[in-house]
């Protein structure tokens, strides 16, 4: 995939946008239910992703291959589906001892993606 570096920012903007109207629903409501799923779709969604949407940028060797956009793929997949299944579980309590083992095997899809973004940092970020 090219512009790795804008799929990312882009793809955390969007994650912004949610994170931020959640924000103002839980302000307009004062029903804070939900609060650990707007901080992590924006610092998990929106910051990380920014941030390694920068990094890309800074250091564009980082992006050659395909290694890059497989990254991409399983920050933006795991996330996404981690926080739709964090929206039931905070949502119904109930639903957390089947949910919750499988949120947390997706997000350790996340952390693969995260050890491969510091592999491509440390083998290519070198200028
Ligand atoms: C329109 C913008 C935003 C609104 C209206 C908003 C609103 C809120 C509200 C109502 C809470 C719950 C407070 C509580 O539980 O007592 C909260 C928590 C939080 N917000 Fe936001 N927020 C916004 C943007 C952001 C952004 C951009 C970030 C991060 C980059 C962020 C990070 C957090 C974090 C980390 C918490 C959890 C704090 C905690 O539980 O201790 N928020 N926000
Ligand atoms: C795989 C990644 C992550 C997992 C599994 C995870 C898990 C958790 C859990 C279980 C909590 C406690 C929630 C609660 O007590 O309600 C928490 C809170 C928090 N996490 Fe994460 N986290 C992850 C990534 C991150 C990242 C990357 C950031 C910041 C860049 C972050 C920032 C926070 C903050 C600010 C809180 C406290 C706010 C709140 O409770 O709403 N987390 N996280």
Same mark, same amino acid.
């Not at 949610?18 to 650990?36: E, P, R, V, Y």
């Not at 949407?53 to 050659?64: A, E, F, I, T």
């Not at 952390?111 to 592999?119: E, M, P, R």
């Given at each position: 995939?090219?512009?790795?570096?804008?799929?990312?920012?882009?793809?955390?903007?969007?994650?912004?946008?949610?994170?931020?109207?959640?924000?103002?629903?839980?302000?307009?409501?004062?029903? @804070?239910? !939900?609060?650990?799923?707007?901080?992590?779709?924006? /610092?998990?969604?929106?910051?990380? $992703? &920014? *941030?390694? #949407?920068?990094?890309?940028?800074?250091?564009?060797?980082?992006?050659?291959?395909?290694?890059?956009?497989?990254?991409?793929?399983?920050?933006?997949?795991?996330?996404?589906?981690?926080?739709?299944?964090?929206? @039931?579980? !905070?949502?119904?309590?109930?639903?957390?001892?089947? /949910?919750?083992?499988?949120?947390? $095997? &997706? *997000?350790? #899809?996340?952390?693969?993606?995260?050890?491969?973004?510091?592999?491509?940092?440390?083998?290519?970020?070198?200028?």
């Amino acid at each position: 995939m090219k512009n790795i570096d804008r799929m990312f920012v882009f793809t955390g903007l969007v994650f912004l946008l949610i994170g931020m109207s959640l924000g103002l629903k839980m302000s307009m409501t004062q029903n @804070f239910a !939900l609060h650990g799923l707007h901080a992590h779709l924006n /610092l998990l969604g929106f910051v990380v $992703m &920014t *941030l390694f #949407g920068l990094c890309y940028r800074s250091w564009p060797k980082m992006q050659d291959g395909k290694l890059a956009t497989v990254h991409y793929l399983l920050h933006t997949v795991t996330v996404g589906a981690a926080m739709i299944m964090l929206y @039931f579980v !905070l949502s119904n309590m109930d639903l957390a001892p089947k /949910l919750g083992p499988v949120m947390d $095997m &997706t *997000l350790i #899809g996340t952390l693969a993606g995260v050890i491969l973004f510091g592999y491509l940092f440390f083998t290519r970020a070198r200028d």
